[in-house]
């Protein structure tokens, strides 16, 4: 197994600004990234009606695929940052992520069907579910053995609180200004985290552990993982 790197190493200096990050604002950035996606889909709940008159949906069945198809679309897109990532860095595919999330949001906002509305989400979900899966790579990255356990452990705590929070948010949104500006308020949230990344956080993956991107070896570990009875469950 190669040497993580460590929380103390030396960051690029091209990366980042000030002084080195602290353990509390690290845990913050992680849990705030990987909160996004979450906010994406529990914030829309409590708009959901009003989506669908919005949008002329009379079937009330249809307007869940609001969350539903996100969902979906967010597991199959979890299968792509990981190899880019292992090629390019983890900065910028995680910056990547939070420009498609930033730009897809302010699309939904102004989606003029519910079906466009669908598809932007679809593709909102694959193109920013990065902000899932990289988290995890940056903590392996820079910690290992009990450290990143218990690194992962509080990150997961403030996490959990999200889904809690985001339907009072998407809900007093909606009071306020309508449904179309809970995809702005969410465009706002990612473009304050796309800078705190930029501005703050290093890439932490070394250039010597970089890893061409082979398909036929990623299909490979995939059938591996799935037929792994541990992996399965």
Same mark, same amino acid.
């Given at each position: 197994?190669?040497?993580?790197?460590?929380?103390?190493?030396?960051?690029?200096?091209?990366?980042?600004?000030?002084?080195?990050?602290?353990?509390?604002?690290?845990?913050?950035?992680?849990?705030?990234?990987?909160?996004?996606?979450?906010?994406?889909?529990?914030?829309?709940?409590?708009?959901?009606?009003?989506?669908?008159?919005?949008?002329?949906?009379?079937?009330?069945?249809?307007?869940?695929?609001?969350?539903?198809?996100?969902?979906?679309?967010?597991?199959?897109? @979890? +299968?792509? !940052?990981?190899?880019? &990532?292992?090629?390019?860095? *983890?900065?910028?595919?995680?910056? /990547? %992520?939070?420009? #498609?999330?930033?730009?897809?949001?302010?699309?939904? @906002? +102004?989606? !003029?069907?519910?079906? &466009?509305?669908?598809?932007? *989400?679809?593709?909102?979900?694959? /193109? %920013?579910?990065? #902000?899932?899966?990289?988290?995890?790579?940056?903590?392996?990255?820079?910690?290992?053995?009990? &450290?990143?356990?218990?690194?992962?452990?509080?990150?997961?705590?403030?996490?959990?609180?999200?889904?809690?929070?985001?339907?009072?948010?998407?809900?007093?949104?909606?009071?306020?200004?309508?449904?179309?500006?809970?995809?702005?308020?969410?465009?706002?949230?990612?473009?304050?985290?796309?800078?705190?990344?930029?501005?703050?956080?290093?890439?932490?993956?070394?250039?010597?552990?970089?890893?061409?991107?082979?398909?036929?070896?990623?299909?490979?570990?995939?059938?591996?993982?799935?037929?792994?009875?541990?992996?399965?469950?």
């Amino acid at each position: 197994m190669k040497p993580a790197y460590r929380a103390d190493m030396p960051s690029s200096p091209k990366h980042g600004s000030g002084p080195a990050m602290g353990r509390a604002e690290f845990v913050a950035l992680m849990a705030m990234t990987m909160a996004l996606q979450a906010l994406a889909i529990d914030a829309m709940l409590p708009a959901l009606g009003e989506i669908a008159r919005d949008l002329h949906v009379t079937d009330p069945n249809r307007r869940q695929l609001v969350v539903g198809v996100f969902l979906i679309s967010a597991g199959f897109g @979890a +299968l792509i !940052p990981g190899a880019l &990532a292992d090629r390019y860095g *983890r900065r910028p595919v995680l910056l /990547g %992520s939070l420009i #498609l999330y930033v730009a897809l949001s302010a699309a939904c @906002a +102004l989606a !003029p069907t519910f079906n &466009a509305l669908l598809v932007l *989400r679809a593709v909102q979900a694959v /193109g %920013s579910a990065g #902000l899932a899966v990289l988290p995890s790579a940056i903590i392996r990255d820079r910690h290992e053995g009990d &450290a990143m356990a218990r690194l992962m452990s509080t990150i997961s705590m403030v996490f959990m609180l999200i889904p809690m929070l985001a339907p009072t948010l998407g809900q007093a949104v909606q009071l306020f200004a309508g449904w179309r500006w809970i995809f702005g308020i969410l465009g706002v949230m990612g473009t304050g985290i796309a800078i705190w990344v930029l501005l703050r956080l290093p890439e932490t993956l070394r250039p010597e552990y970089r890893q061409e991107i082979m398909p036929l070896s990623i299909v490979r570990n995939m059938v591996q993982a799935a037929v792994n009875r541990q992996a399965f469950g």
